[in-house]
């Protein structure tokens, strides 16, 4: 039986409620996370705090545990369900109290924390790689904050799902900054590139592990803008996420990337990340230089 934390609390998954007047049911307002656990380990867990933390500050609402505080609640709670290879989701909304725009007071947060079993990559998928498609971003100006507030990620994933697709890779003002659950990199004349940060895309832990094993291991990287033509172009597409990993996109807009298989940097950058995966398992976090 699956045991998740909320408020203080562990205890199984059908004994956990939430009122009907919790602000993140009625207005989806809150925050979330997800973090990777590899051997029982939290992977990036600082990191994964660090943008909890940024995520809390601006929608204005305190964070209800220290770093340390935190770190214990959510080990106990993966060792409470098995330890393992699992993907963590952590959500904290505003609480509950009467339907109003704006802010209670006197409110307590509600905080719920669950795990479930994280499988790896599927062998036909590091073979063939997934296809993407381009839509036009529907969404807000502040897409850095890591909100439960989704229905236009779902709606424009959706979209991909019914074309067959992995993935929506989003388009605003002639720039393609990032997919509907996920972050973008391209290979073009042998470096790989992905859109600098900003408010208009999710700062990723996957998506910085990956520029830093990058420069560890002397590949030729940068952030820099990315344009719809410049994706056609590219010989290589990837998706990273921290449940997806690092995704070969193969098939773009119904037509081949490169040469319609995953690449070589893609197959490089995949056995570094899965050795510093690895690393975690063993040794517990480590720099990746």
Not at 173 to 202: I, Q, R, Y
Not at 229 to 247: F, G, N
């Given at each position: 039986?699956?045991?998740?934390?909320l408020?203080g609390e562990?205890l199984?998954?059908e004994?956990?409620?939430?009122?009907?007047?919790?602000?993140?049911f009625?207005?989806?307002d809150?925050?979330?996370?997800v973090i990777?656990?590899?051997?029982?380990r939290?992977f990036?867990l600082?990191q994964?705090?660090?943008?909890?933390a940024?995520?809390?500050?601006?929608?204005r609402?305190?964070?209800p545990?220290?770093?340390e505080e935190?770190r214990?609640?959510?080990?106990?709670?993966?060792?409470?369900?098995?330890?393992?290879?699992?993907s963590?989701?952590?959500?904290?909304?505003?609480?509950a109290?009467?339907?109003?725009?704006?802010?209670?007071?006197d409110?307590?947060?509600?905080?719920?924390?669950a795990?479930?079993?994280?499988k790896?990559?599927?062998?036909?998928?590091?073979e063939?790689?997934?296809?993407?498609?381009t839509?036009d971003?529907?969404?807000?100006?502040?897409?850095?904050i890591k909100?439960?507030?989704?229905?236009?990620n779902?709606?424009?994933?959706?979209?991909?799902?019914?074309?067959?697709?992995?993935?929506?890779?989003?388009v605003?003002d002639?720039?393609?900054?990032e997919?509907?659950?996920s972050?973008?990199?391209m290979?073009?004349?042998?470096v790989?590139?992905?859109p600098?940060?900003?408010p208009?895309l999710?700062p990723?832990?996957?998506r910085?592990?990956?520029?830093?094993?990058?420069?560890?291991?002397?590949?030729a990287?940068?952030?820099?803008a990315?344009?719809?033509?410049d994706?056609?172009?590219?010989?290589?597409?990837?998706?990273?996420?921290s449940?997806?990993?690092?995704l070969?996109?193969t098939?773009?807009?119904?037509r081949?990337?490169?040469n319609g298989?995953?690449?070589?940097?893609?197959?490089?950058?995949?056995?570094?990340?899965?050795?510093y995966?690895?690393?975690?398992?063993?040794r517990?976090?480590?720099?990746?230089a």
């Amino acid at each position: 039986m699956a045991i998740v934390y909320l408020n203080g609390e562990f205890l199984p998954v059908e004994q956990a409620c939430v009122s009907v007047t919790d602000r993140g049911f009625i207005f989806g307002d809150g925050v979330y996370e997800v973090i990777p656990v590899y051997g029982g380990r939290l992977f990036r867990l600082e990191q994964h705090l660090d943008r909890l933390a940024c995520s809390l500050a601006a929608i204005r609402l305190d964070n209800p545990l220290a770093t340390e505080e935190w770190r214990q609640c959510l080990q106990e709670l993966v060792a409470r369900n098995g330890d393992g290879d699992q993907s963590l989701y952590l959500q904290i909304t505003r609480g509950a109290a009467p339907r109003d725009h704006a802010f209670p007071k006197d409110v307590s947060p509600t905080v719920y924390a669950a795990t479930s079993p994280l499988k790896p990559m599927a062998a036909e998928v590091a073979e063939q790689g997934v296809a993407a498609i381009t839509l036009d971003d529907i969404r807000w100006q502040r897409c850095d904050i890591k909100a439960i507030t989704l229905l236009a990620n779902i709606l424009m994933r959706q979209r991909a799902v019914e074309q067959g697709a992995a993935e929506a890779l989003l388009v605003r003002d002639g720039l393609v900054n990032e997919g509907a659950a996920s972050n973008l990199f391209m290979v073009k004349d042998g470096v790989l590139v992905t859109p600098p940060k900003g408010p208009l895309l999710l700062p990723g832990i996957t998506r910085d592990l990956v520029l830093e094993l990058a420069a560890a291991e002397g590949i030729a990287h940068r952030e820099a803008a990315i344009t719809p033509a410049d994706l056609q172009a590219a010989e290589e597409v990837w998706l990273t996420s921290s449940t997806r990993e690092i995704l070969p996109v193969t098939h773009l807009d119904q037509r081949p990337v490169g040469n319609g298989r995953p690449g070589p940097l893609w197959r490089r950058m995949m056995r570094l990340y899965q050795d510093y995966k690895q690393g975690v398992r063993e040794r517990g976090e480590a720099p990746a230089a």
